[in-house]
């Protein structure tokens, strides 16, 4: 078979063939889709190339499930809660096609010169012979993704009869007439469906034949086109959405159901932060302890009675608490003059109010009333789980550290001030020359002859640390925070 160059550009190569004989001439040879991920996936794994950018968590899990699917010439639904990364996953998937291939030149659909499937094109093949035109194709045009919605009709999916071409004169038996939907352009592709069972039942019907029989059936008539394309969806668990099914025929027509999952380690759950979060956009330093913070917050809102469960919380929760930070320490770094913006734990105050619409409560836990009476239920349980993956963190990354000596000195009079008009000179101003706070400081990853921002963000954590665990005290006053001795 012969090898297209692959160049890395939107631009294809000058010297590619650009007639169907001379395609024929340099020894090219047809693949269906689904063989051509299969070979590329094939070679990605023997060359030992991660043919999943990006995907943070699934290596040993999910990945070989859909490598499996795809190997044995599978169409795939990913089965999972919410900001699981499904549709990341199958964004991937335009990564496993050819960099570049020949579409016939002009043709409506992605047809290939060696078999066009639609009259029109058959006509021209045959009249023109080894002189049919031929163009290429990137693969990112080969790539069709849809969300499901209840409006989504079977002409956007399949397609429906042109008036406008009826009108020029054809008849309506005319397979010509017909305005192709997004699944026979995707022709030669990969169709994604998002949210799959939010199509209605009757719009699910019209997908059984294009997967099974790959025909469409349009208006009362049939026309036979053999479509070539690898179909993908996602879906929520079944067991909790109240939108709707994928009906029992369709889900039989999928060759592989993979269920997919939240980060099961704390390291891909911060790596998965850090990748989605783009914080160099924002401005602002983020510290790795910060983000094991927002990241232990999801995992412990993920386990709590509080939180509805069947809706799940998202890995978007966790990546907007960690641009909600940087906004803040960005917001501080204006007040002060700081520069640069380094967040530090008093920003983590923002996240509970801000992101608190990202979740959805178990009934019972009600916010206050529209006039600010009774308790803030909801505040209160965020609250107190962002103080938890604060201990928690500390415990982890701490662990062995003396802290008494910054104990006593805090206690003894040294008291902390910090809060949104606090520069980190001031924090660290407030604090004698303890051996401690260059230990601290490494331990968070902050270099102690550094500048003074990460400093005074390990000591602030090293601080509310010890607050947590009762060893000293904190008063919270006109947006001041005070680290003293506990009364």
């Not at 701490?398 to 000195?409: D, H, Q």
Request: charged residues 25%; hydrophobic residues 40%; proline residues 7%.
């Amino acid at each position: 078979m012969a090898v297209i160059p692959q160049n890395g550009s939107r631009q294809p190569l000058a010297d590619l063939p650009r007639t169907v004989g001379a395609l024929r001439a340099c020894g090219y040879v047809q693949r269906d889709v689904k063989d051509e991920v299969r070979a590329n996936l094939l070679a990605a794994l023997r060359s030992g190339r991660d043919p999943w950018p990006g995907i943070i968590g699934f290596a040993d899990t999910v990945l070989p499930q859909l490598e499996r699917a795809l190997l044995a010439g599978h169409d795939v639904v990913l089965l999972g809660e919410r900001g699981q990364g499904k549709t990341r996953l199958l964004r991937t998937l335009v990564g496993l096609l050819d960099e570049w291939t020949p579409v016939i030149e002009g043709a409506e659909l992605a047809e290939h010169p060696y078999r066009p499937i639609t009259p029109g094109m058959i006509h021209r093949a045959a009249e023109l012979g080894d002189d049919l035109p031929v163009a290429w194709l990137h693969r990112s045009l080969r790539y069709t993704e849809k969300l499901a919605t209840p409006d989504t009709s079977v002409g956007d999916l399949v397609g429906d009869v042109d008036p406008v071409k009826v009108a020029q004169g054809r008849s309506l038996g005319d397979p010509e007439t017909i305005h192709f939907g997004l699944v026979p352009r995707a022709h030669r592709g990969i169709v994604a469906i998002n949210e799959l069972p939010d199509l209605a039942e009757r719009i699910q019907v019209c997908l059984l034949n294009v997967m099974e029989e790959r025909d469409i059936q349009v208006r009362g008539y049939t026309l036979r086109l053999p479509l070539d394309v690898l179909l993908v969806a996602s879906a929520n668990p079944e067991d909790y959405t109240n939108r709707g099914r994928i009906i029992t025929p369709l889900k039989d027509r999928f060759g592989a159901e993979i269920r997919t999952h939240y980060p099961r380690e704390m390291a891909a759950e911060v790596a998965l932060v850090a990748q989605e979060a783009d914080l160099a956009s924002i401005g602002a330093q983020v510290g790795e302890a910060l983000l094991e913070v927002l990241a232990r917050f999801s995992r412990h809102l993920r386990s709590s009675a509080a939180i509805d469960q069947r809706s799940g919380v998202s890995a978007r929760f966790a990546v907007a608490g960690a641009q909600t930070v940087a906004a803040a320490a960005l917001r501080r770094s204006a007040l002060t003059g700081e520069d640069p913006a380094v967040a530090r734990p008093v920003d983590l105050e923002s996240v509970p109010a801000v992101l608190r619409g990202k979740l959805e409560f178990e009934s019972g836990y009600d916010p206050p009333s529209e006039n600010g009476s009774g308790r803030d239920e909801q505040g209160e349980v965020l609250t107190h789980l962002l103080r938890r993956a604060v201990a928690d963190t500390a415990r982890a990354r701490l662990r062995g550290v003396n802290l008494t000596p910054l104990v006593e000195a805090v206690s003894g009079g040294h008291r902390v001030t910090t809060g949104e008009r606090v520069p980190a000179g001031e924090v660290l101003a407030a604090l004698p020359e303890l051996p401690v706070v260059h230990e601290v400081a490494t331990r968070l990853g902050a270099a102690p002859d550094g500048p003074p921002g990460p400093i005074a963000a390990a000591m602030e954590f090293a601080l509310e640390s010890l607050y947590l665990t009762r060893k000293l005290g904190k008063d919270v006053e006109d947006g001041r925070t005070v680290y003293g001795s506990r009364p």
